[in-house]
């Protein structure tokens, strides 16, 4: 069963439209949440960690906040270069010295 | 600052070979990680390196081997090649502190493998 469920799976926006790509998790004890933006045929470039519920960090138009249960990722007024697929991983304590488990991840594509 | 460096960037093999993959870590950090990556797939984790020692590994089959060196670089061999081995492999690299956490894994470009 998967531990890590991204939605949408695809989201096309218009250029300044603004949207929220989710991140549910179904670990118990988590150490970590973290997002990672991925080019086509490239290695993932790390965007936030989050590590307590509440917790909330931002990068240029990105926001990323976490819950007990689920992340968002919010994107304000996107520009075509926002065009990627974000992923979402996650750390728990079951899980030793790091291991990630990742979400399939949501394609984002942002039109002029 | 140079982060992580693998190589080649591309390879193609036949089934039945062996293959083997390089990483050099982020200055700094100690772990390596190495993850595969299928098309329209999140990274799945293959295993993680540390004090020159496999110290987890995901599910998958003993023809998946690896190595740590002793400057943290670290190699991922794949014997007796598969179809279904073709994907994107990626190498990530953190820190582990003394008390056996670690931070951010930092990912490098990826070594895209097909099998034909």
């Known amino acids: 069963e998967d531990q890590v469920t991204q939605s949408p799976e695809a989201l096309r926006l218009q250029e300044g439209e603004s949207s929220s790509l989710n991140c549910s998790y179904t670990v118990s004890g988590l150490r970590g949440l973290f997002w990672y933006r991925q080019d086509p045929g490239k290695g993932p470039e790390f965007l936030f960690t989050l590590y307590s519920a509440g917790e909330e960090k931002e990068k240029e138009r990105l926001k990323a906040t976490l819950t007990k249960k689920e992340s968002f990722l919010h994107i304000t007024a996107p520009k075509p270069e926002d065009s990627a697929t974000y992923l979402c991983?996650?750390?728990?304590?079951?899980?030793?010295?790091?291991?990630?488990?990742f979400g399939r991840g949501t394609q984002l594509t942002v039109w002029p | 600052d140079a982060g992580v460096t693998q190589s080649p960037t591309h390879l193609i093999k036949t089934r039945g070979q062996q293959v083997t993959l390089r990483c050099s870590p982020k200055s700094g950090h100690d772990t390596v990680s190495w993850y595969q990556q299928a098309l329209g797939q999140g990274p799945q984790f293959i295993f993680q390196y540390y004090e020159e020692e496999e110290r987890q590994r995901g599910n998958f089959p003993d023809r998946f081997s690896g190595h740590q060196f002793p400057n943290y670089s670290s190699e991922l061999n794949v014997n007796a090649l598969l179809l279904g081995d073709s994907a994107l492999y990626l190498c990530?690299?953190?820190?582990?502190?003394?008390?056996?956490?670690?931070?951010?894994?930092?990912f490098g470009p990826g070594t895209r493998l097909t099998v034909t």
């Open positions: 990530a690299s953190s820190l582990t502190f003394t008390s056996g956490s670690t931070y951010e894994q930092y």
């Open positions: 991983a996650v750390h728990h304590r079951g899980s030793t010295l790091g291991r990630l488990y």
